[in-house]
């Protein structure tokens, strides 16, 4: 006996749709105590940001008490909030680094 193939009509399936991730902001927020220049290591070595851009979003943050890094998924930005609290404590500055949903 010889098996049957069955074939089927791809076009009777309908396309899955596929939403977009919800995305979040990475922010910064300042304080009185953590350097400048500790804040543009961060923005260069975790965000991989130019340094012209690092200096723009620490004046963001110096200036206007917190500053976005970047928006990424929700796993990359927990995990990126989570390296810039753990490097800030282990340098013992108080940055403080939070996320939250990015405007759609």
Sequence with gaps: MVDQI???DTESIPEAIVAEPPMYQVILLNDD???MDFVIRILVELFYLSTE???RVMLEV???GRGVCGIFTREI??????QVNQ???QNDH???CVM???AQ
């Design 6 to 8: 069955t074939t089927t």
């Design 33 to 35: 105590f953590t350097p």
């Design 53 to 55: 851009q690092a200096e």
């Design 62 to 64: 110096h200036h206007k």
């Design 77 to 82: 930005a927990e995990t990126r909030v989570a």
């Design 87 to 89: 490097v800030a404590r």
């Design 94 to 96: 108080p940055l403080l």
């Design 100 to 102: 939250e949903p990015a």
